[in-house]
């Protein structure tokens, strides 16, 4: 089954305090992992798209990687604007349309 | 606002009442998407539209119903049948060529 998992569920941060959010996935022919920012009662921002082992992307104080199993969310020297909830999804595999399927998400917490 | 306008932003229902989201979107794209969340659970899919006047189920499609009569609205209906309809909704639409979803700003409807 086609699943995503995230962790941990909450991150508390200092101002400053660097630190990464996991992504684990099981899907076969993984045609791409997205990650996206919800602030509360949002919808969710569009912040990167990994399609290969290897690949990373950067956005401010945000860097994103992929491995063939799990991507990480690199958060470094974090800002109180960085709080939110961070959410990934990957295209269901077996050639599937549409969807993406969600993790739960982590919610980031980050104190001045 | 990427392109893609829901309303209401807060809805209050009775129960046996049906209610109806609109989502609205100006990027000429076909694929959209309703996603229903709850705390502490993934999106997860109630229907999805590839193409006018087409669509199919998702997830959790049990009383919701869609229509797709143009391409840039894709309106959700949340029936008397639905057990539980208290939820935050999100229209999202589609960039076919790279599979990542764009959010609108979320629907937030409660059963009184």
């Known amino acids: 089954e086609d699943q995503v998992t995230q962790s941990p569920e909450a991150l508390r941060l200092q101002e400053g305090e660097s630190s990464s959010l996991n992504c684990s996935y099981t899907?076969?022919?993984?045609?791409?992992l997205f990650w996206y920012r919800q602030d509360p009662g949002k919808g969710p921002e569009f912040l990167f798209t990994?399609?290969?082992a290897g690949e990373e992307k950067e956005k401010e104080r945000l860097k994103a990687t992929l491995t063939k199993k799990e991507s990480f969310l690199h958060i470094t020297a974090p800002k109180p604007e960085d709080s939110a909830t961070y959410l990934c999804?990957?295209?269901?595999?077996?050639?599937?349309?549409?969807?993406?399927?969600f993790g739960k998400g982590t919610k980031l917490s980050v104190k001045p | 606002d990427g392109g893609i306008t829901q309303s209401p932003k807060y809805l209050f229902r009775k129960e046996g009442q049906n209610v109806t989201l609109s989502c609205e979107q100006n990027l000429n794209h076909d694929a959209m998407y309703w996603y229903r969340q709850d705390p502490g659970q993934g999106l997860r899919l109630i229907y999805y539209s590839q193409i006018v006047n087409d669509f199919q189920k998702g997830d959790i499609a049990e009383g919701y119903s869609v229509s797709r009569e143009k391409k840039e609205s894709f309106p959700l209906t949340v029936t008397s049948a639905q057990k539980n309809p208290t939820a935050f909704y999100l229209c999202a639409h589609a960039d076919t060529n790279t599979g990542e979803l764009f959010f609108g700003e979320g629907s937030r409807l409660t059963v009184l």
């Open positions: 899907v076969s022919g993984l045609r791409g």
């Open positions: 990994l399609y290969s």
């Open positions: 999804a990957v295209p269901p595999g077996g050639g599937s349309q549409g969807n993406l399927i």
